[in-house]
């Protein structure tokens, strides 16, 4: 990797980085208030590496939840990367174990937005996409460092920290609505979710409105499909 | 806490497990389509789930009334902004903003 590829790499990565600052500091000030050591916000950082993901445990370890049933819904949180991972996979082909196995691990949904539309509109190869992934991985573990340390000083309101996270996921969700079944699987989610919040008061009623809204989506997919499909093959042959 | 290594070491494994595994595994096959078309349904479903489960919520019980639940307007903004610009940097921006000026007022 040569001073050139760092350089490009780098570039496109600024924005991302500015962003990771802000809410790099933000969730070490909501993980220290969690009771998280600062020297645990560095080590989760550099190991976990999933904003939304130490976001997330913070506010369930403060609203009293149990530590596998955050890890739990982490890992659902986390189920979006499989897809990023392997819609990546083809880039990385000629590349060694060792490799993808940095590269995978410095996979965010951010830095899968940027590599993938430079990988798609071509050159861009994956020692810039790794420079690019490294320097937003630094800036995200040096940041919520930072933060840690501010919130052991000084007293911070958490219910303004942890909106920065509901504000972050408000913008991931618009930027899935990528069609109308979308639109609609993402309001079934949310109407589910608030209704079995009220009759079950648990968190389980994430994931539960999760796979019912992933599949009403699907299934409304897979029906406008049917319904027009037939009239194209229905001009091709008769049955 | 006591348990934060716990915490860290299982969050890093359900972490790294889907990460890691497709780009590992899938670089010589080809998933089955049904099932990555209804892979795209995760991430909105969650997203929705997520937001829901805290904007309408105020001390852990149902509130849409945007005096008392401060989280409500904000969010209609946010709402606005991501679809406005699609900037992370904005929304948060905004989100931030909008919540802390409420905090102030109320």
Request: glycine residues 8%; aromatic residues 12%; neutral net charge.
């Amino acid at each position: 990797m040569n001073i050139e590829t760092i350089k490009s790499g780098v570039k496109i990565s600024s924005p991302v980085m500015i962003s990771y600052i802000a809410l790099g500091v933000a969730c070490g000030i909501v993980l220290y208030d969690a009771g998280v050591t600062v020297l645990g916000i560095g080590i989760m950082s550099f190991f976990v590496y999933a904003g939304a993901g130490q976001f997330l445990a913070a506010s369930m370890i403060v609203l009293g939840a149990s530590i596998p049933s955050v890890i739990l819904m982490v890992f659902f949180l986390n189920l979006r990367h499989v897809l990023m991972s392997a819609s990546l996979s083809s880039f990385v082909k000629e590349k060694s174990i060792g490799f993808i196995s940095l590269f995978s691990h410095v996979l965010t949904d951010e830095s899968y937005g940027l590599n993938y539309t430079k990988f798609r509109d071509g050159n861009w190869s994956p020692e810039e996409a790794m420079a690019m992934s490294l320097s937003t991985y630094a800036t995200w573990v040096i940041s919520t460092i930072v933060g840690g340390a501010v919130g052991s000083q000084f007293q911070v309101n958490t219910i303004i920290m942890n909106y920065a996270l509901i504000a972050m996921f408000s913008c991931m969700l618009v930027l899935q609505f990528i069609s109308l079944e979308h639109l609609i699987a993402g309001l079934v989610s949310a109407g589910t979710t608030v209704l079995l919040m009220v009759l079950i008061q648990h968190n389980i009623s994430l994931v539960i409105a999760t796979v019912i809204a992933s599949f009403v989506g699907y299934y409304l997919e897979v029906r406008k499909n049917r319904r027009t499909k037939p009239d194209i093959e229905g001009s091709n042959e008769i049955e | 806490m006591n348990s934060q290594w716990t915490l860290i070491a299982g969050m890093a494994v359900v972490t790294y497990i889907p990460r890691l595994l497709p780009m590992l595994l899938l670089s010589k096959k080809e998933i089955s389509p049904s099932f990555s078309r209804w892979m795209t349904y995760i991430p909105v479903s969650i997203f929705a789930a997520l937001v829901a489960s805290d904007i309408f919520f105020w001390n852990g019980t149902f509130n849409i009334n945007p005096v008392i639940n401060i989280k409500l307007l904000p969010s209609i903004l946010v709402f606005l902004i991501a679809y406005k610009t699609k900037s992370l940097l904005w929304s948060i921006a905004i989100g931030l903003g909008g919540i802390a000026l409420l905090a102030g007022i109320f």
